[in-house]
């Protein structure tokens, strides 16, 4: 038998993919106005180093990627609505 890996292990999340994670989530929290724009990367290196410790799985990162782009079209449809919602009550005066 050779050394292989169990069939079952996980891939964790290259560099390259967990930079474009923290690129989305900096880009989501900036909109949501958790994070400031005139320094967002003070707050990014602290949610950074948070997620560094975890050494986050390929899967894991797919998952905050997909809160994120859920978040964005959440946001863009409440705001899609409330522009249509404030067409309608201005048309109706």
Known sequence: ?????????LR?????????????????L????????DNPDYWMNKIRAFGNHM??????????RGICRQIDWYGEKRYRDGVRDNKRLTDAR
């Open 1 to 9: 038998m050779r050394n292989e890996p169990p069939a079952h292990t």
């Open 55 to 64: 050494k986050l799985r390929a899967r894991e990162m797919h998952i905050i």
């Open 30 to 37: 900036l909109k949501i106005d958790y994070i400031k724009p």
């Open 12 to 28: 964790l999340a290259s560099r390259r993919d967990l930079d474009s994670m923290y690129e989305t989530l900096k880009t989501t």
